[in-house]
């Protein structure tokens, strides 16, 4: 059932002993959002946790004792920024990706309402927005602590306000968490400013990759898993790649396999418009936002690369670009 913000709020209200998921490779909105809800429900006595996978170092303080571990002991299963159970990230538990959700709170147009209750905002930027709105209907205090988790789910998910996703709104619950003492310019130094050798690494090898297609419509970086190997980065690190095809003048989609394994490949699609990013994903299995969308794919990297070159080229062929 699709349920409003202030329906959320008395759902949580009621609630005790909550486990919080997010989906698997779980990026700033997904750390972010959960930690925001965890710490908001733990301030108002609540006994809460979330269950993770493995995400990037530069999200590990935003979790800091929020871990569920493996004796926690809940009634409840609340995902975060997740739009199908296919994608569920659980963590350390023993739960599965088709375990009883109570509550989804959302901001993915794909949500494919899996949950008992969904509460989905897709003009939210960010499911960091809509956890904010719902802490604010539950009159819980925001903390610098809750604002610095909030501020990150923004950030990250707009890439630092530059997105076609950003809003007002967006700004202004930015704004509201800088006055509410989150330390901005420290977390934009971390998320946006600062990266590893081992990334910088990957990253001058991928642009090496960049292959341009359909009359330089489509841009294409495939990063092998000798690329992964030779780098030595650490999966949860290579997120902004995705982002890098799409940078170059007169491209439509962006497009990032990465051979995570051998013979499994995540693919990540970036489009400007009139480009649909979701429409490509979903002829593979996956899904997101009309410009950011991704999907998983069995087969090796050459493979990944020929099919979802294929259905790109029908969405540029179906928006009249080539
Ligand atoms: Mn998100």
Same mark, same amino acid.
């Given at each position: 059932?699709?349920?409003?913000?202030?329906?959320?709020?008395?759902?949580?209200?009621?609630?005790?002993?909550?486990?919080?998921?997010?989906?698997?490779?779980?990026?700033?909105?997904?750390?972010?959002?959960?930690?925001?809800?965890?710490?908001?429900?733990?301030?108002?006595?609540?006994?809460?946790?979330?269950?993770?996978?493995?995400?990037?170092?530069?999200?590990?303080?935003?979790?800091?004792?929020?871990?569920?571990?493996?004796?926690?002991?809940?009634?409840?299963?609340? &995902?975060?920024?997740?739009?199908?159970?296919? =994608?569920?990230?659980?963590?350390?538990?023993?739960?599965?990706?088709?375990?009883?959700?109570?509550?989804?709170?959302?901001?993915? =147009?794909?949500?494919?309402?899996?949950?008992?209750?969904?509460?989905?905002?897709?003009?939210?930027?960010? &499911?960091?927005?809509?956890?904010?709105?719902?802490?604010?209907?539950?009159?819980?205090? =925001?903390?610098?602590?809750?604002?610095?988790?909030?501020?990150?789910?923004?950030?990250?998910?707009?890439?630092?306000?530059?997105?076609?996703?950003?809003?007002?709104?967006?700004?202004?619950?930015?704004?509201?968490?800088?006055?509410?003492?989150?330390?901005?310019?420290?977390?934009?130094?971390?998320?946006?400013?600062?990266?590893?050798?081992?990334?910088?690494?990957?990253?001058?090898?991928?642009?090496?990759?960049?292959?341009?297609?359909?009359?330089?419509?489509?841009?294409?970086?495939?990063?092998?898993?000798?690329?992964?190997?030779?780098?030595?980065?650490?999966?949860?690190?290579?997120?902004?790649?995705?982002?890098?095809?799409?940078?170059?003048?007169?491209?439509?989609?962006?497009?990032?396999?990465?051979?995570?394994?051998?013979?499994?490949?995540?693919?990540?699609?970036?489009?400007?418009?009139?480009?649909?990013?979701?429409?490509?994903?979903?002829?593979?299995?996956?899904?997101?936002?009309?410009?950011?969308?991704?999907?998983?794919?069995?087969?090796?990297?050459?493979?990944?690369?020929?099919?979802?070159?294929?259905?790109?080229?029908?969405?540029?062929?179906?928006?009249?670009?080539?």
């Amino acid at each position: 059932m699709r349920i409003t913000k202030s329906e959320a709020a008395e759902i949580l209200l009621a609630m005790d002993n909550i486990l919080i998921l997010a989906h698997e490779n779980p990026d700033g909105d997904a750390v972010g959002s959960t930690c925001a809800l965890c710490k908001g429900l733990r301030s108002i006595g609540k006994n809460a946790a979330v269950s993770l996978e493995k995400f990037s170092k530069n999200d590990e303080k935003l979790a800091e004792g929020l871990i569920a571990t493996a004796d926690f002991n809940y009634d409840h299963i609340i &995902a975060v920024d997740t739009a199908d159970n296919r =994608i569920m990230g659980v963590g350390e538990t023993s739960l599965n990706k088709n375990c009883e959700v109570e509550l989804c709170i959302d901001h993915h =147009i794909s949500n494919i309402f899996y949950a008992k209750n969904t509460c989905l905002d897709e003009k939210a930027a960010a &499911a960091g927005e809509v956890v904010y709105d719902i802490l604010k209907e539950m009159n819980i205090e =925001i903390t610098k602590d809750i604002a610095e988790c909030i501020y990150v789910a923004v950030a990250t998910d707009t890439g630092c306000f530059r997105y076609s996703n950003t809003t007002a709104k967006t700004f202004r619950t930015a704004a509201d968490m800088a006055d509410l003492g989150a330390d901005v310019a420290a977390i934009n130094k971390i998320q946006f400013e600062t990266k590893s050798k081992e990334y910088a690494a990957i990253e001058k090898m991928a642009i090496s990759s960049m292959q341009l297609h359909f009359d330089g419509k489509c841009a294409i970086l495939a990063i092998t898993n000798e690329m992964y190997v030779e780098s030595n980065v650490s999966d949860s690190e290579t997120q902004p790649l995705a982002s890098l095809p799409r940078q170059i003048e007169g491209v439509y989609a962006g497009i990032t396999v990465k051979e995570k394994k051998k013979g499994m490949c995540r693919i990540s699609v970036r489009t400007n418009a009139p480009v649909n990013a979701s429409k490509i994903a979903s002829y593979l299995g996956g899904g997101g936002h009309s410009m950011a969308a991704g999907c998983s794919f069995e087969g090796s990297v050459e493979d990944a690369v020929k099919t979802v070159l294929a259905y790109t080229e029908k969405e540029l062929k179906e928006s009249g670009l080539i």
